[in-house]
């Protein structure tokens, strides 16, 4: 694991550290070869030096973007279509339950072609 995410995730609210450190293992778990660092000020993860995913942070809500996610569905209230539908976004908040289970589903089904 990267020591730059790792201080990313740290300087974050409880919460969110939470949901991230979760989000991170979930991310290795589904795409063992991932590499993860630290792009736009954000921690990106990439399979074969390509894009699979990015953890967005904001005061408020914590976002989980999947990349070349064309063939993965919109899930009303969980996964929502981004620009051309290639990224598809998981919008989280504080005190949400978040079923990783399902995100490692959406991922691993885009991630499957990288």
């Given at each position: 694991m990267n020591d730059e995410v790792t201080q990313y995730i740290d300087k974050l609210l409880p919460w969110q550290i939470d949901v991230c450190r979760q989000l991170r293992a979930m991310i290795h778990k589904t795409i063992p070869t991932v590499?993860?660092?630290i792009q736009y000020g954000k921690p990106h993860f990439l399979k074969n030096g390509r894009h699979a995913?990015?953890?967005?942070v904001a005061k408020n809500k914590l976002s989980f973007m999947v990349f070349n996610a064309t063939e993965v569905d919109v899930?009303?209230?969980v996964l929502r279509s981004m620009g051309n539908?290639?990224?598809k976004?998981?919008?989280i908040v504080e005190g949400e339950d978040v079923d990783y289970d399902l995100l490692a589903?959406?991922?691993a089904k885009a991630s499957s072609g990288l």
């Amino acid at each position: 694991m990267n020591d730059e995410v790792t201080q990313y995730i740290d300087k974050l609210l409880p919460w969110q550290i939470d949901v991230c450190r979760q989000l991170r293992a979930m991310i290795h778990k589904t795409i063992p070869t991932v590499d993860e660092q630290i792009q736009y000020g954000k921690p990106h993860f990439l399979k074969n030096g390509r894009h699979a995913a990015v953890i967005h942070v904001a005061k408020n809500k914590l976002s989980f973007m999947v990349f070349n996610a064309t063939e993965v569905d919109v899930v009303k209230g969980v996964l929502r279509s981004m620009g051309n539908g290639e990224r598809k976004t998981a919008d989280i908040v504080e005190g949400e339950d978040v079923d990783y289970d399902l995100l490692a589903e959406f991922l691993a089904k885009a991630s499957s072609g990288l």
